[in-house]
């Protein structure tokens, strides 16, 4: 174990500190995917009828609508108190680890406390708005740790694809087991998986903090550097266009690849039924993990033998096709009132989930690099700022994404079918009724619901039509705006060192 004020020169990233800094990212991404896919989940299949069950799912997803605009606006807010920090323990490690510790404790708190009726919409407004600053505090200062650690693209590229595959891994056993695990028994479960969760990702920080290093800085010559503002924070990701276009990219991009989940857990259990719908959930999310996780491992192999500009192509029309069969195969299903095939289910998805890894990674790097034209154009990186944009995006887009969840469930008449399912759930906290007579309870709820085929559709138009169209968008942006390609970015490394050799 290295001391926390342990530092780094040059741009080869130390192997411990690579290995750390990336492998932790299972527990963070573990904790943040039972909050983002799993929350409001919980609260729509336990928050009982009692003041008005459709009146307190409209509130409480005003009051995620509303946090999440905040949070964003508060992202690069954090960024640019990271960018002023200047203490014994670096630059990141502070708030990565008061981050840690403070959303830890929320996370557990907001599974396991469960005021009644209009007071729990009152505890989850004010405890889902302390998860989102809190974990605001870690998240921006670990991403915006990466582009600092090395300015070598190889070596930039090979950490962000362990990130990404890491924090595929803590996302994905999260996302497969907690739909077979909380049916008919959903409170308590809730509350264990976050108890776990929460000591996981605590403990991965813990590890990060004590074992990986931060890149040496010229303590003295950024102490004298001006403080950045809040206004010279906007000022900067408005004048770097190609951040600007990107941000824009990434926000359609994860709206996309999130409906997807947002609304395929639903599906599952009203195309499949309540019991078994969750463990064919898990079998999608195991062949998510492979698609996605394969395609990067491959990604620094793809990346030597082909440029970005065709892996975008590539992955692009993989990803157009599994959208359009999947919708197509699961309306037939829908129409003829048969469960779709597994099988072809998952091979359809293997190809969204495979485009969807590799379209990721490029665009991570994509932003990056924005860092470097940043520097190039104006003298100055503000790796935090930028890094920034990243989370403000995701936060944007999770907010439209609540949004469009909302409009779409209450439309097709899902929340109808919920709130009785929610009422069999504490029954059976309240009255210690088996899992089995809830599941069996909830089937009959959901095969005595009235048009429940147009709900089934919307939920496929969710999950397949309105991601397709986003990112359609999105890659037609990167096509028309994006322009620091490979040989770009080697031109602006060699000129800013030459300037800095310069001077």
């Given at each position: 174990m290295i001391r926390m004020t342990d530092t780094f020169s040059g741009d080869r990233v130390p192997s411990k500190t690579k290995w750390f800094y990336s492998s932790?990212?299972?527990?963070?991404?573990?904790?943040?995917?039972?909050?983002?896919l799993f929350l409001m989940t919980y609260v729509q299949f336990t928050l009982g009828n009692v003041g008005g069950y459709e009146a307190k799912m409209a509130v409480i997803m005003a009051i995620?609508?509303?946090?999440?605009?905040?949070d964003g606006v508060n992202d690069p807010m954090m960024g640019t108190i990271i960018e002023n920090t200047h203490s014994k323990l670096g630059k990141y490690k502070p708030w990565i680890l008061f981050g840690a510790i403070t959303n830890s404790v929320v996370l557990y708190l907001m599974f396991t406390v469960r005021p009644t009726g209009w007071w729990y919409v009152v505890f989850f407004g004010v405890f889902y708005l302390l998860w989102e600053m809190t974990f605001t505090m870690n998240d921006i200062a670990y991403w915006s740790m990466l582009p600092s650690l090395t300015s070598e693209e190889k070596q930039r590229n090979e950490l962000t694809t362990l990130v990404s595959v890491f924090a595929s891994v803590g996302a994905f056993a999260v996302g497969g087991l907690v739909p077979m695990l909380f049916p008919g028994d959903a409170i308590n479960r809730?509350?264990?998986?976050?108890?776990?969760?929460?000591?996981?990702?605590?403990?991965?920080?813990?590890?990060?903090?004590?074992?990986?290093?931060e890149r040496q800085r010229d303590s003295v010559a950024e102490k004298a550097k001006p403080k950045t503002?809040?206004?010279?924070?906007?000022?900067?990701?408005?004048?770097?266009?190609?951040?600007?276009?990107?941000?824009?990219v990434i926000t359609l991009y994860y709206l996309g690849s999130a409906l997807l989940n947002a609304f395929g857990l639903n599906y599952f259990y009203f195309a499949y039924d309540y019991g078994t719908g969750g463990s064919n959930m898990f079998l999608f999310t195991v062949v998510y993990a492979v698609g996605t996780i394969v395609s990067q491992v491959i990604f620094p192999l793809l990346t030597s033998k082909f440029s970005r500009k065709q892996l975008l192509s590539t992955s692009f029309i993989a990803m157009v096709i599994g959208y359009t069969a999947l919708f197509t195969m699961g309306f037939i299903a829908t129409l003829t009132g048969t469960p779709p095939n597994m099988?072809?289910?998952?091979?359809?998805?293997?190809?969204?989930?495979?485009?969807?890894?590799?379209?990721?990674?490029?665009?991570?790097?994509?932003?990056?690099?924005?860092?470097?034209?940043?520097?190039?154009?104006?003298?100055?990186?503000?790796?935090?700022i930028i890094f920034a944009s990243r989370p403000f995006a995701a936060k944007i887009s999770s907010s439209l994404q609540a949004l469009i969840v909302y409009v779409i469930l209450f439309a097709g008449g899902i929340y109808s079918i919920t709130k009785g399912i929610s009422d069999l759930e504490i029954d059976a906290e309240l009255l210690s009724l088996t899992r089995e007579t809830v599941i069996t309870s909830a089937n009959a709820l959901i095969n005595?619901?009235?048009?429940?085929?147009?709900?089934?559709?919307?939920?496929?138009?969710?999950m397949?039509?309105?991601?397709?169209?986003?990112?359609?968008?999105a890659f037609i942006i990167i096509k028309k705006k994006y322009i620091i390609d490979e040989k770009f970015y080697q031109q602006m490394v060699k000129e800013i060192e030459a300037r800095k050799n310069n001077a």
């Open positions: 932790v990212g299972i527990g963070r991404d573990a904790a943040y995917t039972l909050v983002s995620i609508v509303l946090a999440r605009i905040w809730f509350s264990l998986i976050a108890l776990v969760i929460a000591a996981v990702f605590l403990i991965s920080q813990l590890l990060l903090v004590f074992n990986a290093k503002s809040i206004k010279e924070m906007f000022i900067v990701i408005w004048k770097n266009r190609q951040l600007w276009w990107m941000m824009i099988l072809v289910m998952s091979v359809l998805g293997m190809f969204i989930f495979a485009g969807q890894g590799v379209f990721y990674l490029v665009l991570l790097i994509m932003v990056t690099n924005t860092i470097e034209y940043n520097e190039w154009t104006t003298g100055e990186r503000k790796e935090s005595n619901a009235p048009n429940l085929t147009l709900g089934v559709t919307m939920l496929l138009v969710g397949c039509l309105i991601p397709l169209a986003l990112i359609t968008l």
